[in-house]
Every structure is written in structure tokens, then in C-alpha cells.
């Protein structure tokens, strides 16, 4: 079965500055995808960014990228020039591709960041 | 406006007291799902469906029931609720499984 690591229960970041949340996976899977999700204090789960496994660029959407090591098996999250809204529970999440495998969504114990003034 | 309702939002509820939450989706979504969140342990699957009429086992089952009768509702059941049940309770529906999960806002509930 599948399983997804964050290592670091918590880590702070002074504003501005840039921080990058760890995540480690473990799969027999060739093809899969990874997706980052951010839960402020309102709970809600919003998507922040994805990664597909069969393709080798790393994914960005705007002060968000991500270090996908595919042999490594490591999909890190970097926020540059942090800001106080960034301040959240983040997840990291693994699935299956749709040809084969389970069709479950499996999640890290997340990492709760805080943004510093 | 795309979403997924989950209700309520807050249920506080004794033990052995039958309860639904409800989850609904208006995006003609096929796969729909729901976790609970408990503090250290991050998101765990309870159960999940393909398509109307086909439900299965997440991680975590036990204690729950679910029905997909429609394509755009997908309702949990706790029969029997006990304590270890009270967490945070998120359904989510995709189109596509390759696709993002779009997420309810969640059900905080509390079992006495």
C-alpha cells in the first residue's frame, strides 16, 4: 500500500522569506499524482498544486513549485516570498493513475506552517 | 457556483444516537468520497464511490455506512455513533480520478 511521509509536523517562516515543506511517498506505481492541498484556520481544503509522475518538469503556479524527485520519491513544496495568508496545514497527497491501482487518495499527517510578521 | 455541501457543519450528539451527514455535489461528479481528519493522523478515506450504486471501503469503514441512490448526493450514515468518532469530516467528489479533489467544508462532530 501506499504511503505518504511529511516529516516536519510544523515549521515557521518569517514573511517574505521563502520555505520548503518536505514530503516523501513510497510506491511500487510508475505513473501516479501528487498534489499539495493548503487548510487554513477555516478549514477548508484548497488545492495548491499537482504533479504528474510520468512528467519530468516540476510544477509552479505563481509563488508555489515543487521539487519532484521521482527516483528519490520525494515531492517537496517551496513557497517564495511567504505571506501571512499562507499560514495553513498543508497536506501532501498520492494517487493512483487511473489505469491501475487502488482509487484511493492518500494523505500525509500534514505540516502546519506559520507565517511570521 | 460549483461546489460540494456538506451538512451540518457542527453536530454535537450522544452515544448510540443514529445520525446522516449529508454531502451533495452539483459538477455531475462520478467519484465521491469521504475522510474524517484527526489531529497527527492527517486525512484517512472512510469510503469512496465510482458511480451511482458502487461504493467501497476506504481505510477507515468501520462504524459507517454509505448510499450513492443519485449521482449528486452521497450521504454518511453513523449508525451507533461512539466517542472515538468525534473528528472532522470532509466529503469530496472529481470528475476524473487524475483530477483535484474539490472538497466540502467540512463536518466538525462530537459524540458524548
Redesign the interface.
Known amino acids: 500500500a501506499q504511503t505518504v511521509t511529511?516529516s516536519q509536523?510544523e515549521m515557521s517562516v518569517q514573511e517574505a522569506e521563502t520555505v520548503t515543506l518536505s514530503c516523501t511517498y513510497d510506491t511500487s506505481e510508475s505513473d501516479y499524482?501528487l498534489?499539495w492541498y493548503k487548510q487554513p484556520p477555516s478549514?477548508?481544503?484548497i488545492?495548491v498544486i499537482?504533479q504528474?509522475a510520468y512528467k519530468q518538469q516540476n510544477a509552479t503556479e505563481n509563488r508555489f513549485s515543487v521539487n519532484f524527485q521521482k527516483a528519490a520519491k520525494s515531492f517537496s513544496l517551496k513557497i517564495s516570498d511567504s505571506q501571512l495568508g499562507d499560514a495553513a496545514m498543508y497536506?501532501c497527497a498520492y494517487?493512483?493513475?487511473?489505469q491501475g491501482g487502488s482509487?484511493?487518495?492518500?494523505?500525509?499527517?500534514?505540516t502546519k506552517l506559520t507565517v511570521n510578521p | 457556483e460549483a461546489q460540494v455541501t456538506q451538512n451540518p457543519r457542527y453536530l454535537i450528539t450522544v452515544t448510540g444516537k443514529k445520525l446522516t451527514v449529508t454531502c451533495s455535489q452539483n459538477m455531475n461528479h462520478e467519484y465521491m468520497s469521504w475522510y474524517r481528519q484527526d489531529p497527527g493522523l492527517g486525512l484517512r478515506q472512510i469510503y469512496y464511490s465510482m458511480n451511482v450504486e458502487v461504493t467501497d471501503k476506504g481505510d477507515v469503514p468501520e462504524g459507517y455506512k454509505v448510499s450513492r441512490k443519485e449521482k449528486r448526493n452521497f450521504p454518511l450514515i453513523l449508525e451507533s455513533p461512539s466517542p472515538n468518532q468525534t473528528s472532522l469530516y470532509f466529503c469530496a467528489s472529481t470528475y476524473r480520478l487524475n483530477s483535484p479533489l474539490h472538497f466540502g467544508n467540512g463536518t466538525r462532530l462530537t459524540v458524548t
Open positions: 511529511q509536523p499524482y498534489f478549514r477548508q481544503m488545492l499537482r504528474e497536506f494517487r493512483s493513475s487511473p482509487e484511493k487518495l492518500v494523505f500525509g499527517k500534514g
